[in-house]
Antibody, heavy 114, light 107 residues
Framework: QVQLQQSGAELAKPGSSVKISCKAS????????ISWIKQTTGQGLEYIGY????????YYNEKFKGKATLTVDKSSSTAFMQLSSLTPEDTAVYYC???????WGQGVMVTVSS | DIQMTQSPSLLSASVGDRVTINCKAS??????LNWYQQKLGEAPKLLIY???NLQTGIPSRFSGSGSGTDYTLTISSLQPEDFGTYFC?????????FGGGTKLELK
């Protein structure tokens, strides 16, 4: 069965970076893009962008350019998102989702606090 | 970006009720509209894709309809496991955007 297993919760200091992972199984990894979504109580769900898992090509929501960097390791069927220059506004749950948004990871809670 | 206005934001209903949730897009999204259910602490689960296609494994009491800018999710007879929050998502235009959510609670 299709599964997207995300890494564990992160506690980070303002100004630092975190890199979260999304390991796919149960399907051919390079057949689908991986998208990333941010969820907060205040802003709801926001689409960060996606990576073409075959070519590594990336597409970012303008709002998240410079904040998020998407990469992929085909050998391990894992997608990554690095969030940089963290501020308290980056505190959120971050999800990865398979291309058609049909399967989602369990989410990663990122907390930014000094 | 396309704005997705979802209504109502809160819906109180009883088991067995028929309920409808609406999403209105700020422009035509050509039926590229998905519906998701989310329970507390869990990832969203896809219910309906491209307006009216039932995702595999989703009960037939869920249905979707709409066109242009107006879309509806209907649950024909609420079951206890249906309570939670529902979101719409348009993927016609970049970037995809989500509705604000409808919390469906037990009356």
């Amino acid at each position: 069965q299709v599964q997207l297993q995300q890494s564990g919760a992160e506690l980070a200091k303002p100004g630092s970076s975190v890199k979260i992972s999304c390991k796919a199984s149960g399907y051919t990894f390079t057949s689908y893009d991986i998208s990333w979504i941010k969820q907060t109580t205040g802003q709801g769900l926001e689409y960060i962008g996606y990576i073409n898992t075959g070519s590594g090509g990336t597409y970012y929501n303008e709002k998240f350019k410079g904040k998020a960097t998407l990469t992929v390791d085909k050998s391990s069927s894992t997608a990554f998102m690095q969030l940089s220059s963290l501020t308290p506004e980056d505190t959120a749950v971050y999800y990865c989702a398979r291309g058609p948004f049909d399967y989602w990871g369990q989410g990663v809670m990122v907390t930014v606090s000094s | 970006d396309i704005q997705m206005t979802q209504s109502p934001s809160l819906l109180s209903a009883s088991v067995g009720d028929r309920v409808t949730i609406n999403c209105k897009a700020s422009q035509n999204i050509n039926k590229y509209l998905n519906w998701y259910q989310q329970k507390l602490g869990e990832a969203p689960k896809l219910l309906i894709y491209n307006t009216n296609n039932l995702q595999t494994g989703i009960p037939s009491r869920f249905s979707g309809s709409g066109s242009g800018t107006d879309y509806t999710l209907t649950i024909s007879s609420l079951q206890p496991e249906d309570f939670g929050t529902y979101f719409c998502f348009q993927h016609n235009s970049w970037p995809g955007t989500f509705g604000g959510g409808t919390k469906l609670e037990l009356k």
